[in-house]
Structure formats: C-alpha cells, structure tokens
C-alpha cells in the first residue's frame, strides 16, 4: 500500500472547507440589505496575487481592497467585482463599508466591548 504524501492529506482533509462560502448582507445607512457577497476562504496563493496586483510599493489598504475584489463573489459564483473596480471602491466609499467587508472576509470578528476592558 503507497502512503499518501503529507500535502495530499492536508488538502483532502480541508477539502469540503475550501467550496464552502460564508453570505455577507452589504446594508446602508439604513439597515436595509442592498446586496449580499459570498466568500470562500482565502488562501496563500489569493493573498499573494492581489499583493502582486497591487504592487511593491501598495500598504495593506491597497492590499486588502484588491483581495475584496478577487474574493468577493455573486451567489452565482460569478466575480462580483472586477480587478479595475478596487480603487474605485476606495475613493467612492465609506472607509466603514470596505472595513466591514474586508473583516468579514479575514473572518475576523470583533468584540468592542472586549476591546475596550483589555
């Protein structure tokens, strides 16, 4: 019997993880849902090709903003956002929206009131 190769594994063993898309309700200002985004889980390689498209010199809002635009997906699958539409997105919107937004897709959570007692 071959044994399996270790990175063989790993991916079968995240398989399922990596089809699975987490639903973002965009909502304005007031509360209303003006669409809904879907995200699959960011990988290395995702992370690197929007740091290449964004360019050596770009900070981490750059960075983040074209990862939002290759993740982000209709619920058809289809890319919501062109690659051209990132600085567009930061000039045109509140830094509140693509903060909401990328947080979600970092799938990081927080909890001001944590926050704020540590």
């Given amino acids: 019997m071959a044994t399996k190769r270790t990175a063989d594994v790993l991916i079968g063993a995240f398989q399922d993880e990596m089809v ?3 639903k973002f309700d965009v909502k304005n200002s007031k509360d209303e849902v003006v669409m809904t985004l879907y995200f699959k889980p960011i990988t290395r390689y995702a992370r690197v090709k929007a740091q ?9 809002l750059v960075t983040s ?9 209709k619920e058809d699958g289809t890319p919501a956002f062109d690659m051209s539409d990132a600085p567009v997105l930061q000039r045109s919107l509140p830094e509140k929206v693509l903060n ?14 944590t ?4």
């Fill in 20 to 22: 699975t898309r987490r």
């Fill in 52 to 60: 290449q498209l964004a360019g050596p010199d770009a900070d981490a």
């Fill in 65 to 73: 903003t074209q990862l939002l635009c290759q993740m982000a997906e």
């Fill in 115 to 118: 926050a704020k007692k540590e």
């Fill in 100 to 113: 909401d937004l990328e947080l979600f897709l970092n799938d990081i959570k927080l909890d001001i009131d």
